[in-house]
Nanobody
Framework: QVQLVETGGGLVQAGGSLRLSCLAS????????WAWFRQAPGKEREFVAS????????FYDASVKGRFTIVRDNAKSTVYLQMNNLKPEDTAVYYC?????????????????WGQGTQVTVSS
């Protein structure tokens, strides 16, 4: 079993930055792929970014590429999402997820564990 706790959300003005953290506990952190998803009110959950276990390759949705960066720190069992140049359309609840297969896929149904989410609100 893996427990995930996200922190770092909040209210920020457009153009600002936030760093989300996801602390994992319970099993070996380094053997999982990690991802961030988000869900805005009235919308389906969508892929944001992921990092694989096998070779630490990173993947991004086109809407965040160049603005967001996903990083993993195996020593701290933490995965981060650095979000720069935030836009109002980035407003959502952000979820951290772990995939035991280690690939970092974009589809949420392969992820085994989820955090409780952290709210990010970007004002215009």
């Amino acid at each position: 079993q893996v427990q995930l706790v996200e922190t770092g959300g909040g209210l920020v003005q457009a153009g600002g930055s936030l760093r989300l953290s996801c602390l994992a506990s319970g099993r070996t952190f380094s053997s999982y792929a990690w991802a961030w998803f988000r869900q805005a009110p009235g919308k389906e959950r969508e892929f944001v970014a992921s990092i694989s276990w096998t070779d630490s390759r990173t993947f991004y949705d086109a809407s965040v590429k160049g603005r967001f960066t996903i990083v993993r720190d195996n020593a701290k069992s933490t995965v981060y999402l650095q979000m720069n140049n935030l836009k109002p359309e980035d407003t959502a609840v952000y979820y951290c997820a772990a995939d035991a297969r280690g690939l970092g896929a974009r589809n949420d149904d392969v992820y085994d564990y989820w955090g409780q989410g952290t709210q990010v609100t970007v004002s215009s």
